[in-house]
């Protein structure tokens, strides 16, 4: 490494703050500092809030936080690698931890030999996922590598449900997992810890502390900071950014396997939610506390995160209420925290909102009567299909067809929030919860009409989500992607949680019964009802169309493209965005109230976080720069597996998730969106080649694939030699 990278690096501060002078001394103080936070912060909160939470409460939240500061520095790590946030964070170490643990109590490999496998099984995951998924797309936009991220979670969710299967061959792990640590107890504050708390403070210490010793005083760490600053300049100085991202994968699969193999001994190892929101929000938490940038911040937030969690379910006996606690959490984080950013977390907002806007009809071609035709064929046979279908699927599958429907006008909402106005949402699904939850009460418990209850929880949706974006003027890209998260988390814990919010929700015993409109139309039936759906998604999709192409729409498309420039013509950011996050709202609560007459009841349990993800990965992959997207997106990923004889098809499932996101999006970055304009575009050269049109918007990116004729000049005539002796003649 040469010696300016060297100082130029020296230069660079950060989240990577050093620790002391030698790497022993950074070592000793890392650990020393994780083990004061463990004990003065309970001990602290105690003093505070005397005779509430035993110490030993706190204590043992502090320890579990240890843990999820392990994954959250995963996050952090992977975030400044690649700009993205890496969904596959707590499924990088699951399955690698699932065996060492089997390993451990089903067949008797002796600790020490079952850790070089946890450590070697980590260390091959996170590479093979770097190569094999992450490195294609590199150069993709970050909200297309992080729907990949989203994938190889739901794969990596598959090897871990499978390997109790191939390494005991029983379908579920067992209830505990006894370590050489276990025996040894102490009771704090009426808590017992086991040996098994110690290791994990140890572990977690010494892992943070070998890492800050690893990215300060190796030349390899230095190359990681590097490319984590700026990766175009440390590819210019000759580092090189593949290995290194490698190398960071690798470092994160380990850090998360870690956590995971010491948590299992103290809280179990639930198989189906080890890397959903119960590990993987609260890592994201403390990551987003510390802005995805400083490590040690992310570190000591996942371990106040623990102790809030543990003091949580102490105080309520509520373990859903420690999942719904993370959304005030984070907003209080964010609203606190300067605007500021440094030139990586600038660089990752700007990808974030990077999305590509497809070129219209041409103005040369609209009104040719062959351009004219075509569009009016498609429209007939989008139509007849669309109307056809429930006729043709049969009863059966009628109900599964209007669900299909609620999706697609749930994903009209990230089309605008996302994919005009540059808002990363996650928490959709829990916008549609409150929406359902709203129009559902109504209509079974005030016995309200159809509309009103519509409209009234369209209005609650579209103020939920202005609440929530406000700290999106403060933070942008994927801090709220984060809060959304949290949000939706927190929706399907406490916002639809019958002890809180009974009031709201509809009474059990009520259900919610499909209207008769203006009291002669009936929908109760499947079919009328799916009619019913069809109607309010071809509003949502004309409304969002006269939109795009009203003032509104140019400027959400500004004030993402170009928020400074936007400014500079008297556009307003701050009501852009809210305006987009109210019309959001609005749409994604309108198919929630859909959904609770769909489905005929509202429960908590039809809305999980994960549905947030997938909601997310089936617009991205119709594609987020129309309202084409949305649709293409329901019916591949929702209704494709509803299909009837499909449903139990392995190959199917497979496609719709987990590796079939991922090749879809190999093969089609732009969604089916993309494609479809791309055979849009096919067909307007060929009828701009018939009638000898030159249109440039549809031959510019031919041209620069085609190799330019060359054209001879004075340079290519063959230079004669000089005579020896001639010279001038003057």
């Given amino acids: 490494m040469t ?4 100082r130029a690096l020296e230069r660079t501060r950060g989240g990577w703050a050093t620790l002391g002078e030698s790497a022993y001394g950074r070592l000793a103080q890392a650990a020393v500092a994780v083990l004061a936070v463990v004990v003065l912060l309970p001990l602290a909160l105690t003093l505070l809030l005397p005779g509430t939470r035993p110490l030993g409460v706190l204590l043992y939240g502090a320890v579990i936080g240890c843990l999820y500061g392990l994954i959250a520095v995963g996050v952090v790590l992977v975030h400044r690698a690649n700009r993205v946030v890496n969904f596959a964070q707590a499924g990088l170490g699951a399955a690698p931890a699932v065996l060492a643990l089997l390993l451990l109590t089903d067949k008797g490999v002796p600790y020490l030999l079952v850790l070089p496998v946890l450590i070697l099984g980590a260390l091959a995951l996170g590479a093979l996922v770097e190569i094999a998924f992450i490195r294609r797309f590199a150069t993709s936009p970050r909200l297309v590598l992080s729907v990949v991220t989203i994938g190889v979670a739901q794969l990596l969710a598959y090897v871990e449900f499978q390997v109790p299967k191939w390494v005991s061959g029983d379908v579920l792990p067992p209830n505990s997992f006894p370590t050489p640590f276990s025996g040894f107890t102490a009771s704090i504050g009426g808590t017992v810890f086991s040996g098994d708390s110690l290791m994990a403070v140890l572990v977690s210490a010494l892992a943070v502390g070998g890492l800050a010793v690893f990215l300060r005083r190796t030349r390899l760490g230095k190359a990681v900071r590097a490319c984590a600053e700026n990766p175009e300049r440390a590819a210019l100085l000759g580092i090189p950014v593949r290995r290194i991202g490698l190398v960071v994968w690798m470092l994160a699969a380990v850090l998360s396997a870690l956590g995971i193999f010491l948590r299992a001994p103290l809280v179990g190892l639930p198989i189906g939610t080890i890397t959903g929101p119960s590990i993987l929000l609260p890592a994201l938490a403390a990551a987003v506390i510390a802005r995805m940038e400083s490590l040690p911040i992310a570190f000591g937030a996942g371990i106040a995160l623990g102790v809030v969690d543990l003091s949580t379910f102490y105080s309520t006996k509520d373990s859903r209420l420690s999942t719904a606690i993370l959304l ?10 300067r605007r500021s950013f440094s030139r990586a977390g600038e660089l990752a907002a700007a990808s974030y909102r990077a999305v590509h806007e497809p070129r219209s009809v041409p103005v040369q071609l609209r009104g040719l009567p062959e351009v004219v035709r075509a569009q009016r064929i498609v429209w007939v046979l989008v139509a007849a299909a669309a109307i056809a279908l429930p006729i043709v699927i049969g009863p059966l599958y009628r109900n599964d067809a209007s669900l299909v429907l609620v999706y697609a006008l749930l994903g009209l909402s990230l089309v605008l929030l996302t994919g005009w106005a540059g808002q990363i949402s996650l928490g959709q699904f829990g916008f549609l919860g409150i929406g359902a939850a709203v ?9 309200a009409d159809f509309f009103v209850s519509v409209f009234v929880a369209g209005l609650v949706g579209a103020a939920m989500a202005v609440l929530i974006g406000i700290p999106a003027l403060r933070m942008p890209g994927l801090y709220l992607a984060v809060t959304t998260l949290a949000f939706a988390a927190t929706t399907s814990a406490f916002f639809l949680n ?3 919010f009974g009031w709201v929700l509809p009474e059990p015993e009520n259900q919610v019964v499909r209207p008769v409109l203006y009291g002669r139309l009936d929908v109760s039936g499947d079919l009328a009802f799916y009619y019913l759906c069809l109607a309010f998604l071809v509003a949502g999709v004309l409304s969002l169309r006269a939109m795009r192409r009203s003032r509104t729409g140019r400027v959400l498309i500004a004030s993402r493209d170009n928020p400074r420039a936007a400014q500079a013509y008297g556009v307003s950011l701050v009501r852009a965005k809210l305006a987009a996050f109210a019309m959001s709202g609005f749409l994604a609560a309108v198919a929630g109230a859909l959904f609770a007459y769909q489905q005929g009841a509202v429960d908590s349990g039809s809305f999980p976080v994960i549905n947030s993800l997938a909601v997310f990965a089936m617009v991205v992959v119709g594609g987020l720069s129309r309202p084409m997207g949305a649709v293409l997106g329901a019916v591949y990923l929702i209704g494709l597996e509803r299909v009837p004889g499909l449903r139990d098809i392995e190959l199917v499932q497979l ?5 079939g996101l991922i090749v879809l999006l190999l093969l ?6 993309a494609a479809v304009l791309n055979v849009r575009d096919d067909y307007l050269r060929r009828v ?11 031959n510019a990116d031919r041209l620069q694939e085609e190799p330019v004729a ?11 030699p000089v005579p020896a002796g001639a010279g001038n003649p003057t």
């Fill in 498 to 500: 019958r002890d809180y």
């Fill in 3 to 6: 010696p300016p990278l060297d």
């Fill in 439 to 447: 129009g559902g009460g109504l209509a079974a418990d005030a016995q």
């Fill in 710 to 720: 060359h054209v001879p000049t004075v340079l290519d005539a063959e230079v004669q």
């Fill in 655 to 659: 496609l719709t998730t987990g590796v």
């Fill in 328 to 337: 005030p959490v984070i907003l209080v984080a964010l609203l606190l925290q």
């Fill in 688 to 698: 701009a080649g018939k009638r000898g049109i030159d249109v440039p918007s549809l």
């Fill in 668 to 673: 089609l970055p732009g969604g089916f969106t």
